[in-house]
């Protein structure tokens, strides 16, 4: 991965790698899918930079740890640090946006869930972060109108449109600022739609985000 955020051309940016802050359960129709209640306010948790890798490249799995799911979702490169800010102050801070894949050890987190433990070990783990390069955004790009597709192995499995966010994503920022500073080259991943699903080496993964970015990858043999 380097230590620096890459452009889609594959130049590198000045941005270090820094923390994930995601955001859970962003799009109602996931939410039902795993039986978990729609949330009144963003749930939000944190990967470490360690847990970044580029999404190209192929996935190494933990499968001793129980099933590994995929969630694509779209992904916001931070410029400036923003604390406490309001929508105008977040908007000016969106260095770029891409394509992630939120890896889930789907088991573990049940188990995590139901023992009411938090989720790091299901979420946090290393690799558990595939990211896109970044296109930088133009004042003509709509935030709310990306479309999100997954397909695995061919077979289209998530196609959702960020318009139908709970949170919209300068709210998102806003919101997710009044508790952790985000500093410059810190990720935000904003929901994943529904369609998440399980992983198993030899598969492969193409995705893309509307006609900004596309990405294939695969999953190799497991880590572990």
């Not at 896109?132 to 597709?149: E, K, R």
């Not at 289209?156 to 139908?164: A, F, L, P, R, S």
């Not at 492969?204 to 985000?209: A, E, G, I, R, V």
Request: hydrophobic share 35%; charged share 15%.
């Amino acid at each position: 991965m380097g230590n620096y955020h890459h452009i889609v051309n594959g130049r590198a940016s000045d941005l270090p790698l820094g923390k994930v802050v995601c955001v859970g359960r962003n799009y109602a129709a996931h939410a039902k899918e795993l039986n978990n209640p729609v949330p009144t306010e963003p749930v939000l948790f944190i990967k470490p930079s360690t847990s970044l890798v580029k999404l190209e490249e192929p996935l190494a799995i933990p499968s001793h740890l129980g099933e590994c799911h995929f969630e694509a979702e779209m992904s916001i490169l931070i410029g400036q640090s923003l604390s406490n800010c309001n929508h105008e102050q977040a908007s000016e801070a969106i260095a770029g946006i891409g394509l992630a894949l939120d890896l889930t050890l789907r088991e573990l987190q049940q188990e995590l869930k139901e023992k009411g433990l938090p989720w790091e070990k299901a979420k946090s783990f290393d690799g558990s972060c595939p990211v896109s390069g970044f296109v930088p955004i133009s004042q003509g790009t709509n935030l709310q109108d990306q479309q999100i597709l997954l397909l695995q192995n061919q077979q289209i499995k998530q196609n959702g449109n960020t318009e139908d966010m709970i949170t919209s994503v300068l709210a998102l920022l806003s919101y997710i600022s009044q508790f952790f500073t985000l500093l410059p080259g810190d990720i935000v991943l904003t929901g994943t739609p529904a369609g998440v699903g399980p992983l198993k080496p030899g598969d492969q993964l193409s995705l893309s985000l509307s006609d900004s970015i596309h990405c294939i990858t695969e999953v190799g043999s497991s880590a572990g």
